[in-house]
């Protein structure tokens, strides 16, 4: 069906990565997990933190 092999990037549940290559794909496991634990009110706060941070980082590089 396909004319290359596969070659698969996996995040998150490792089981995907494991059954694939027990079928012989080529898989890269990549231990992910969404910011905050998937707490989007508390990811944003870190979001906003960063950025102040950021700013606050650029305005002493500019000085």
Known sequence: ?????L???NLGLSIFAESLEERGVSVVQVNWKP???G???????IRRIRNINQSKLDDVDAS
């Open 1 to 5: 069906m396909l004319s290359k092999r």
């Open 39 to 45: 707490d989007l009110r508390l990811a944003e706060m």
């Open 35 to 37: 910011p905050a634990g």
């Open 7 to 9: 070659k698969i990037v």
